[in-house]
């Protein structure tokens, strides 16, 4: 099955290199303007960890044209919305407006592509901002676990540090540091223009070859080709803090987007989980999943999901659970384990398969609606793999067999292949339970790691 309707997707490039995605949907007059750069964590080196989001700070702190706040002004007063977003594969920034505006997001864009000014008090005030979103991460359990897990996991790929960075790069980073890496990043020849919604393409190309194709091409940059090693035995990590609640932890390394494999193991990580669909990222909780069912229902755990992403490079399969009330990781981890053993020997049923299936064709279809939500997912599948990934998206995975499923979970949910992590609370009483009245607000451990390490890339309002 494929969506006919994205058949209207059109490319063009200029000159100096700007690769440009186009769509035309007039069921409203309204329209999104995306740039994708082909830049996030994963092209920092030690010493500047966290550069690419603090880049994304000084975007929105002026330019030669505008000052200080007045992208966020000038769109909302022009009744649109704008953010964006960094992670470890890209950085994105967006507008979405009424059609008739859609002049303003141009103007910003091509603008701030190139002349951002990076005011050195600017940057000594973003410093101290960034330093406190960081803090505020260290209170919850899952991003200390998570961090360390990615240390662990990754010796040698920069996905070893999350997006944040390290706290010493970010007390250390000077605003040469940054503006050097803006320039060496941000360029025509580095980015994916993405619009969609009620707009004539061939007028639009022309505005934009009057702003974007006037920019000068970037120095080249080198692709990056860091290989990690391939894991040689299963690898432990354990955290020690104050914290909500025990949770559990595992991560296998998995194959990139452009990988055969990939479909197979998001049909694997819907079975498990609940299927996120092409949202991409953590799966929905599942209640007929096997982990749900092996660890909710059996009241081991207060939750689970599973994450698995479209990535340029093997990033991770991750398992996550929130131990209940006196339940010990040990059996977390038995009862995990025992399941991914079982969907590793044993054929899935065609019931769980055409339910994945299903889940999925919904998903993605739900997902079409929005001009936003077209242009995050073009955009986004643009720099970790093709956009036209979007419009296969479904025939490749209905082409994945039960036996692909046993394959792909016998081949990298292998012990050899994994980091365990455990967060053990030193604070006495720890739980992730309601009060007896329900008045307490319930905040369990694996929540906390979704919202900190923005598995999807969480957007900010600016």
Not at 25 to 39: D, E, I
Not at 100 to 109: T, Y
Not at 422 to 436: C, E, L
């Amino acid at each position: 099955m494929e969506l006919p309707m994205n058949s209207n997707v059109r490319e063009t490039h200029f000159d100096n290199g700007l690769k440009i995605l186009t769509r035309e949907l007039h069921n409203a007059p309204v329209a999104t303007f995306w740039v994708w750069y082909r830049v996030g964590s994963r092209n920092e080196v030690l010493g500047i960890t966290g550069a690419a989001h603090w880049v994304e700070h000084m975007m929105f702190k002026g330019t030669q044209k505008l000052g200080k706040g007045d992208v966020f002004k000038l769109v909302t007063r022009n009744g649109g919305v704008n953010n964006a977003f960094t992670w470890l594969d890209y950085t994105a920034y967006y507008e979405t407006l009424p059609s008739d505006r859609l002049d303003i997001a141009i103007e910003i864009e091509s603008d701030r592509m190139v002349n951002a000014r990076f005011d050195p008090d600017e940057v000594a005030s973003e410093r101290t901002v960034i330093i406190s979103e960081r803090e505020g991460h260290e209170n919850d359990p899952g991003f200390w676990l998570s961090e360390e897990m990615q240390a662990t996991a990754f010796k040698v790929h920069p996905y070893h540090h999350e997006t944040i960075g390290w706290k010493a790069d970010l007390q250390r980073m000077t605003r040469d540091d940054l503006y050097n890496f803006y320039s060496k990043y941000y360029a025509p020849n580095n980015a994916t223009v993405v619009a969609v919604g009620d707009f004539n393409t061939d007028e639009l190309l022309e505005k934009l070859q009057a702003t974007f194709g006037k920019l000068p091409r970037g120095a080249d940059i080198p692709i990056l080709t860091i290989e990690e090693p391939e894991q040689a035995g299963e690898r432990r990590v354990v955290v020690r803090r104050p914290g909500a609640a025990p949770y559990f932890m595992v991560g296998y390394k998995s194959p990139r987007a452009t990988d055969p494999d990939f479909y197979a193991m998001m049909v694997l990580a819907g079975v498990l989980g609940g299927s996120s669909g092409l949202a991409m990222g953590r799966t929905s909780p599942g209640r007929s999943s096997r982990l749900y069912r092996a660890l909710v229902e059996k009241e081991l755990s207060a939750d689970v999901s599973v994450f698995y992403q479209p990535m340029l490079d093997p990033y991770l399969f991750e398992v996550s659970a929130t131990a209940r009330p006196g339940v010990s990781l040990e059996k977390i981890e038995r009862a995990v384990f025992a399941e991914l053993e079982k969907i590793s020997t044993k054929p899935i049923t065609d019931g769980e398969y055409e339910k994945v299936l299903k889940q999925t064709r919904t998903q993605y279809v739900y997902a079409e609606d929005g001009v936003a939500n077209h242009g995050y997912r073009l955009g986004m599948l643009d720099v970790v793999a093709s956009w036209r990934m979007y419009e296969t998206f479904l025939k490749n995975l209905e082409a994945v067999t039960k036996d692909d499923v046993q394959r792909v979970a016998k081949k990298y949910l292998a012990e050899m292949n994994r980091t365990v992590g455990w967060f053990v609370p030193t604070n006495r009483g720890a739980t992730n339970m309601p009060s007896a009245n329900g008045s307490e607000k319930r905040r369990t451990a694996a929540g906390a790691k979704k919202s900190t390490k923005r598995k999807q890339a969480a957007r900010r309002k600016r």
